[in-house]
């Protein structure tokens, strides 16, 4: 068995994003056997505040068998502009140290650096090199293009350029780069990435935890759902990229049908001018984030899934949301031009219409309601199959921890590297 660092801005127990995913992986490979460390930050995300019972510095502790070590981040609920950069600086600033420390003390096989954040990866790649360690970069979000494709950082030529260069410095230097969906693997590509480097695992989903269930009218009730009304459901974090405001807007639509109801529940920076845009709007309930003990109860409480994105941000991520959506069985409602990988992925399991175009949204919405679009259960269910946590974990480990790592690997490189060697 192996021994791995992880460098990750995002942790469990966040509850979506690449926190979750990572605080996945690192509980599985734990499981399988590997000494795991992670230097991450306290929870944060989606709301950009520290989550209670943490605090904003440098602590440890240890969670699903592995050591975590958090370092302070420079968060705040408007997360707008430049705090886009802020944020993620301030942790790799905070981190540098720990990570450094870590791998000289524990001399990992594998250094792990998840994306976001990259401002990280030097330091990281510094600490592996001085540690003798492998190197992989896990690409969750190609988060240089998706800031300049959403306008958080504007449209300022030198700043793209320097920060384009900046990007192409780290990924070169990765031995491995893996990312979870073919346009961004081919995107990595293009930025001069050979393709042996690179490796596709998509984000996973729990099917022994998620699963197509009946509708639970109780637990509609407690939410302050109608009993019977048809609920059309966004579950995700509710920022700039999700492009929410259509979903308000196709609500607007429909405002004279009380037996259709939208429902946003998340955090997010967006949220606030989500509830102002939506605040006479007598069909649209905004919800809290739902324990994961009950995720798949709550996946299962609507009658369709929403999943809207930004049309400037196609290809550039893949929602993580939507493992849970397909294993749920229930319909989805996907905002997507044809030729997008999320287009083609959900080719026969989802209605599409374009970004942005609140009529459609709703006129598709109408005619779930009225059950004249075909049922896609079954073609949800063989998708979800295909994103299944032990396929992906296979998959990760492997990449993670090739054949030989550990004190077989450890001793060969003591053997090259020693001074009495030919």
Known sequence: MGKLLVSAMNHAPELTGCGKYTGELVALMVRRGHEVEVVTAPPHYPGWTVKAPYRNRYSTEVLDGARLYRCPVLVRAAMGGVWRLIAPMSFALTS?????????????????????????????????????????????????????????????????????????????????????????????????????????????????????????????????????????????????????????????????????????????????????????????????????????????????????????????????????????????????????ELADFLAGAATLVSPGDARAMADAVRRHQSGSLPDTSVRCGQLAATLSEQSAMDKLEDLLMPAGTGDRQRDARSERDSPHSA
């Open 96 to 340: 540098a140290p720990v990570t450094l420390w870590r791998a000289l003390s524990r001399r990992p096989d594998t250094v792990l650096s998840i994306e976001p954040t990259l401002f990280a990866a030097p330091f990281v790649l510094l600490s592996a090199w001085l540690a003798g360690a492998r190197t992989v970069l896990h690409v969750q979000d190609l988060e240089v293009d998706a800031a300049f494709a959403v306008g958080h950082l504007g449209g300022a030529g030198g700043l793209k350029r320097l920060a384009a260069a900046f990007e192409r410095f780290c990924l070169s230097r990765f031995d491995t780069i893996v990312t979870i969906s073919q346009r961004m693997a081919e995107k990595i590509a293009e930025k001069g990435i050979p393709e042996e480097r690179i490796a596709l695992v998509r984000n996973w989903v729990d099917l022994g935890h998620i699963r197509p269930s009946p509708t639970d009218r109780a637990y509609r009730e407690e939410l302050g759902l109608p009993r019977d009304a048809f609920v059309a459901l966004y579950s995700g974090n509710v920022g700039p990229k999700q492009g929410l405001d259509v979903v308000v807007e196709a609500a607007r639509l429909l405002a004279d049908r009380n037996d259709i109801v939208f429902a946003i529940a998340g955090e997010g920076p967006s949220l606030e001018g989500l509830r102002r845009q939506a605040a006479d709007l007598p069909n649209v309930r905004f919800l809290p984030f739902q324990p994961y003990a009950r995720l798949s109860q709550f996946l299962s409480v609507c009658d369709l899934h929403l999943l809207p994105q930004q049309a400037s941000a196609a290809d550039l991520v893949l929602p993580s949301k939507l493992g849970g959506m397909l294993a749920s069985g229930r319909p989805i409602l996907v905002t997507a031009e044809p030729g997008t």
